[in-house]
């Protein structure tokens, strides 16, 4: 299960994302994209997620997942369309010499960071 070694990556890029002034904050969520060919099974990487951001700043987020669809363009005709099947030839012209425009991401898009303001209020 490669979700796992994914999982693991994700959390480190969304730590080193963490601005050092933010370090205590409590992260809230992690947004990704990940595309349909990226050959990721979603529940299972959220189910690795889970294990792997215990004890750590990620514990408590939640990940938000988008998932691209595949879309491809033909070169010969310029065609563009969302593939839903295993067959990669364009629609309109037939073609197979098709461009892959979407559905290979696998991308942390951003993190959002709880602030504390009422922390430094507590120690004065």
Same mark, same amino acid.
């Given at each position: 299960?490669h979700?796992m070694?994914?999982?693991?990556q994700?959390?480190?890029?969304a730590?080193?994302?963490?601005?050092?002034?933010?370090?205590?904050c409590?992260v809230?969520r992690?947004?990704?994209?990940i595309?349909?060919l990226s050959?990721v099974?979603v529940?299972?990487?959220?189910f690795?997620?889970?294990i792997?951001?215990?004890?750590t700043p990620?514990a408590?987020?939640?990940? &938000?997942?988008? *998932?691209?669809p #595949? !879309?491809?363009?033909?070169r +010969?005709c310029g065609h563009?369309?969302?593939?839903?099947?295993a067959?990669f030839k364009?629609?309109?012209c037939?073609s197979?010499?098709?461009e892959?425009? &979407?559905?290979r *991401?696998?991308? #942390? !898009?951003s993190?959002?960071? +709880?602030?504390?303001?009422?922390?430094q209020?507590?120690?004065?």
């Amino acid at each position: 299960m490669h979700e796992m070694g994914i999982a693991l990556q994700v959390i480190d890029i969304a730590t080193a994302a963490i601005p050092p002034e933010m370090r205590g904050c409590r992260v809230e969520r992690v947004n990704l994209r990940i595309g349909k060919l990226s050959a990721v099974v979603v529940d299972s990487l959220n189910f690795c997620l889970e294990i792997a951001t215990r004890d750590t700043p990620l514990a408590e987020a939640v990940f &938000s997942i988008e *998932e691209i669809p #595949v !879309v491809a363009q033909c070169r +010969e005709c310029g065609h563009e369309w969302q593939v839903a099947r295993a067959v990669f030839k364009c629609p309109e012209c037939g073609s197979g010499n098709l461009e892959m425009i &979407s559905g290979r *991401e696998l991308d #942390v !898009v951003s993190i959002d960071i +709880e602030e504390q303001f009422g922390s430094q209020a507590q120690n004065q």
